[in-house]
């Protein structure tokens, strides 16, 4: 036995008998948390057509030597822990043994977006992190958080790339529904709920790893649009609060998290050098690590050094205010700056090529890989929790008493804008869109059309301006306003018939003639039929509070700064606003 498979041992002794055991391609591998897929049966795959990812998982493992990957798709609990044995079996076979780090993007709520979040599927369904701010509950923020930490590690999730906790401050941005509003203090406060509930009081066996994200705050997006994207490339800050988006960055830090992701976006108009965050040595070594001391791991954004093909259809390098550089100059750049951590990529060779060049020094690079191997000590991926129960897997995701809490915080977190008849009360006749006519018919008699109804229930989402690239599709962005003849079509509705409408605010709708007409007017951040229906009958209560304000016309959102919280003019509701019923 090494001295680093010795349990009994000190992890920095642990930790400094591996580095000096690894080559220098072995220590390569580590820098890189690349994407896997799995077959639906809790197998590895073994064949790609390079649609998604351009290698199979033993060429990942096996071949370039990474041992870090976040798992993209919803999957059955069972076949996730099957499948997170059989990495660690590859694994456990190479030359050192090195333990797989299997990651995550949330997979909790209603949000199915490949390059953001996954929908709940087989864990407990809450609402999206919006909906938890509407509620201002910080208990309820770890107790959620901690529901996480239980149904990841029982399936091998041992970092979660998560919490986001931007600033909601650009109504267009497409990320909106992932952070806690537009608040910063409440942010910071359900941030440090947050790391707190997922990593326990100290990291350890039973912690899963919190990774931030978008250091310094992603949420001063130029127009709205995402930086995944090069006309989202830019971030400002016309109203001078940049300090303001680090909030909840400090409380993050001061709690203790792990790690911290850099957005893409590059600066515009202050100090900082005018280039992404992720290879921005200003913002990541001298804001994050030596002003704010944080000393964990710094993982970049996916995507930065290589361009890619996602669904078939080419996407350059997230490399903004580097695109002139070569890959190897970038990913020099991105180590300059303090990263220790490439995400989304899987190209060793450009580090080896690096170091054996000159350009890095092996020192450097031995900086980045301690803290990556320490991580993995901590977390107890070299000795107990290596592998996971798929039975036990099958028993804790979507637990009933998880699956419970996730419900009565849907219902918690509904925000009554106006309420108008509600509560509802006896069994009315229902004319219902956008919702399930089963779920209502529990409800009230279920009629096919207004007309015939006492009230009618809509269910809509937030406007988006559709994007022809497939995975920007994904991410809606663009106009916030309800366009003709919709419009047209759901204030004939209101018209004809008393109507309870529910607006899903995946991000802040324009919707001041909605306001106007509607009988009753209800927001939600991810919330099932059942729930919405239980409050409107009064079978429970809603608590939620707009997590950020609702504009009254896109001219007004336009006219906004984009650093700045809450800042259209005369909004239809504002922050904060919510009723009781």
């Not at 990495?87 to 490949?114: K, Y």
């Not at 269910?459 to 916030?480: A, D, I, K, V």
Request: one cysteine or more; aromatic letters at 8%.
């Amino acid at each position: 036995m090494h001295p680093y498979q010795d349990s009994r041992r000190p992890v920095a002794e642990r930790v400094e008998d591996l580095l000096g055991r690894m080559t220098l391609e072995e220590k390569a591998g580590q820098l890189f948390h690349s994407m896997l897929t799995m077959n639906p049966d809790g197998t590895p795959v073994t064949e790609t057509d390079g649609s998604l990812l351009p290698f199979t998982t033993p060429e990942l493992i096996a071949g370039r030597g990474l041992t870090h990957f976040n798992l993209l798709g919803t999957h059955g609990a069972r076949e996730m822990a099957a499948w997170h044995n059989a990495i660690q079996e590859m694994a456990a076979s190479t030359r050192l043994g090195v333990p797989v780090t299997l990651s995550t993007d949330p997979r909790h709520a209603f949000t199915d977006n490949i390059g953001a979040s996954f929908n709940a599927g087989a864990f407990s369904a809450w609402p999206e992190p919006t909906g938890l701010a509407a509620v201002r509950d910080p208990e309820l923020v770890h107790r959620f958080a901690d529901t996480v930490r239980r149904e990841y590690l029982s399936v091998g999730f041992r970092v979660a790339l998560h919490p986001q906790i931007d600033l909601a401050t650009e109504p267009r941005w497409a990320r909106q529904s992932g952070t806690f509003g537009s608040d910063a203090k409440l942010a910071a406060e359900l941030a440090e709920a947050y790391v707190s509930g997922l990593q326990g009081p100290a990291l350890g066996p039973d912690s899963v790893a919190a990774m931030v994200k978008h250091f310094p705050g992603g949420g001063p997006q130029k127009d709205g649009e995402d930086p995944h994207f090069p006309h989202g490339k830019e971030q400002i800050y016309p109203g001078g609060l940049r300090d303001l988006h680090l909030e909840p960055f400090r409380a993050a830090i001061a709690a203790g998290c792990s790690q911290v992701m850099p957005y893409y976006g590059k600066p515009v108009g202050t100090d900082w050098e005018e280039v992404g965050f992720g290879f921005n040595q200003g913002v990541v070594q001298g804001l994050l690590r030596d002003e704010l001391g944080f000393t964990g791991i710094v993982c970049t954004d996916w995507g930065l050094l290589a361009d890619s093909v996602i669904f078939g259809e080419p996407h350059e390098a997230r490399a903004w205010g580097v695109e002139h550089l070569r890959t190897a100059e970038r990913a020099a750049k991105a180590l300059d700056a303090g990263v220790d951590q490439f995400g989304g990529e899987q190209c060793p060779e450009v580090v080896v090529g690096l170091v054996r060049s000159g350009r890095i020094s092996e020192a450097r690079l031995d900086a980045s890989v301690r803290r990556l191997l320490r991580e993995k000590f901590v977390l107890g991926l070299f000795d107990e929790r290596r592998y996971v129960d798929p039975d036990e897997a099958a028993e804790t995701v979507g637990r009933a008493d998880f699956t419970a809490a996730g419900a009565a915080a849907q219902r918690r977190s509904l925000t009554v804008l106006t309420n108008g008849p509600l509560p509802l009360s006896g069994r009315p006749k229902l004319y219902v869109e956008g919702v399930d006519a089963t779920v209502a018919a529990a409800y009230g008699e279920v009629v096919a059309g207004p007309q015939e109804a006492d009230l009618a229930v809509l269910r809509l989402r937030t406007p988006y301006e559709e994007r022809p690239n497939r995975f920007e599709s994904f991410f809606h962005s663009g106009s916030l306003a309800f366009d003709e003849p919709e419009l047209s079509r759901i204030l004939a509705l209101l018209a004809a018939v008393p109507t309870l409408v529910c607006v899903n605010l995946e991000r802040p709708a324009v919707l001041p003639e909605i306001a106007e007409h509607a009988a009753a007017l209800v927001a939600d951040y991810g919330a099932s039929d059942e729930a919405l229906l239980d409050v409107a009958f009064g079978r429970a209560a809603a608590e939620g509070r707009l997590p950020f304000e609702l504009p009254r016309s896109m001219a007004a959102v336009e006219a906004s700064r984009p650093d700045v919280p809450n800042d259209t003019k005369g909004p239809v509701f504002p922050y904060g606003h919510g009723l009781r019923i």
